[in-house]
């Protein structure tokens, strides 16, 4: 009885470091009209709203905030973005405290959002978000 529990030991653990030691996975078979990863173009961004997804998806703290509306009153999270040389520039902002009569507090990042994707943060401002 020992034994067996002594080889059921041995072959369980010599099955777990064969698996995490990477040693025979399957990988799937790739589909040979499919241009080796280093030879597909990167993304190329091309429009400011393009830009500004990419912003956003980029950091969870950004997540559902939409387009600045000069007409909405209580906006207080909000993006916008344009066109730049060789890029765009995003700006987001986290606003809170009574947004209603314009928000008291605000935080705000700037983004340069190059075509092929490539974020640089260009500037950070404005009072610690809370509970950060």
């Known amino acids: 009885m ?6 059921l030991a041995i072959v ?5 470091l064969s698996a995490c030691s990477g040693g025979t996975v399957p990988t ?3 589909n040979p009209s499919d241009p080796p990863p280093s030879t597909r173009p990167a993304p190329t961004i ?3 709203e393009e830009a500004a997804a990419l912003v956003i998806a980029a950091d969870p703290r950004f997540a559902g905030i939409t387009r600045k509306d000069p007409n909405l009153i209580g906006q207080g999270s909000w993006w916008q973005a ?3 040389d060789g890029g765009y520039r ?6 809170w405290g009574d947004c209603p009569a314009g928000c008291i507090n605000r935080h705000d990042w700037i983004f340069d959002v190059a075509v092929d ?3 640089t943060l260009v500037e950070e401002s404005g009072e610690p978000l809370p509970g950060a």
């Open 2 to 7: 020992k034994t067996s529990r002594s080889l």
């Open 12 to 16: 369980v653990l010599s099955f777990g």
């Open 28 to 30: 799937p078979p790739s």
């Open 46 to 48: 091309g429009s400011p």
């Open 82 to 84: 344009e066109a730049r």
């Open 90 to 95: 995003v700006q987001v902002q986290i606003g």
């Open 117 to 119: 994707g490539t974020l």
